[in-house]
């Protein structure tokens, strides 16, 4: 893949962030409904600056979740401050509550481990640093208020296991990193050729296409005579040509476009922004790589997005393309049916 597009966030991350968008507003609702209620904790100024923080965060996170995130918007400066309001939201409700032992603590120990999947490197272990600072602080005002001196054993043992907790959620994240990784290459990627696999490429395309305004251009490529390269070569052979021609394609394609395996030897490649000159342009580039650079050419047809085409026209249309492609001598670049198949 010669790059990643950009635009709305696919569909099964959004979904995951919904859900965990929900269970949070949750949360804090319970919390402020219930401390307004007199379940959690004496009334107050304290009490109050919490449930007036907690919604107030929830709310504008909420907005940012929907308005920008999941459109594909993305601020940094919100996205590094969003451990340290919430974190604060947990101190402010743990305090407001009033008891140096409540249970509510161990929310602390649930940011870790979501945070320590989220986050890595020193980003995590500054967050990590601010969640046990955040413990103690807590643990400290809160024994102290209880006329219980500055420390004691229990508060020692909270802050104790908030920090082993720390490291255990840091080793944990980064072994799942790997392994996400692992099994998203497995996923994502064609394994001979190292490119994006067919399902990769339709799920990035479809999100491309989600606005019906968005200009693409589609390029399919087929790989002429291939079963007589393999037939007197070998099908190792073969697959040298193959990886071959993938890595030409993705080192002839612009930042941003994506390059697949769509099958056999047929490759597939999105161009975002592309107008069917452009495409042109570049699939000619492509041809003439694979002509010069491989012992095989290439049939390419090339479609540009018509007015609120859907992703899979634009792809149907291309492959039609390709057909005639083959039918007219092959290594050609064709962008509209011949006359007599139209």
């Not at 990643?4 to 995951?16: D, V």
């Not at 004496?42 to 459109?71: C, F, K, N, T």
Request: charged content about 20%.
């Amino acid at each position: 893949m010669a790059g990643s597009p950009t635009g709305t966030m696919p569909g099964r991350q959004q979904q995951l962030e919904r859900q965990v968008l929900v269970l949070q507003t949750g949360v804090a609702a319970f919390y402020c409904f219930g401390a307004v209620g007199g379940l959690f904790g004496p009334p107050g100024p304290v009490r109050d600056w919490a449930v007036a923080w907690i919604l107030g965060y929830h709310a504008a996170h909420a907005a940012y979740m929907v308005g920008w995130r999941w459109r594909g918007r993305r601020s940094a400066k919100v996205e590094s401050l969003t451990p340290a309001a919430e974190v604060t939201c947990i101190t402010l409700a743990w305090v407001a509550i009033g008891q140096p032992y409540s249970p509510l603590w161990a929310v602390y120990l649930y940011a870790l481990v979501g945070y320590s999947r989220r986050i890595h490197g020193t980003d995590y272990l500054a967050v990590a640093f601010f969640i046990i600072a955040s413990v103690a602080a807590g643990q400290t005002y809160l024994t102290q208020h209880a006329g219980n001196g500055w420390v004691d054993e229990n508060g020692v043992t909270i802050v104790v296991m908030t920090v082993f907790m720390a490291f255990l959620a840091g080793a944990i994240g980064e072994a799942w990193r790997r392994a996400e990784g692992t099994a998203r290459a497995l996923a994502e990627t064609d394994p001979l050729t190292g490119i994006a696999n067919r399902r990769t490429f339709l799920d990035h395309l479809a999100v491309l296409a989600l606005l019906p305004t968005t200009q693409f251009s589609v390029l399919m490529l087929d790989l002429d005579d291939f079963k007589k390269l393999n037939d007197e070569h070998g099908h190792l052979h073969g697959d040298d040509v193959l990886a071959r021609t993938a890595a030409l394609l993705a080192a002839n394609l612009r930042p941003g476009d994506t390059v697949a395996r769509y099958g056999g030897e047929e490759f597939v490649v999105m161009l975002p922004g592309a107008s069917l000159e452009e495409a042109v342009a570049i699939a000619e580039r492509l041809r003439t790589a694979v002509f010069e650079r491989t012992p095989t050419t290439v049939s390419i047809g090339c479609a540009a997005r018509l007015p609120a085409e859907s992703a899979e026209g634009v792809v149907r249309r291309a492959d039609d393309l390709l057909l005639a492609a083959k039918r007219t001598g092959k290594n050609v670049v064709v962008t509209r049916m011949p006359a007599a198949a139209a």
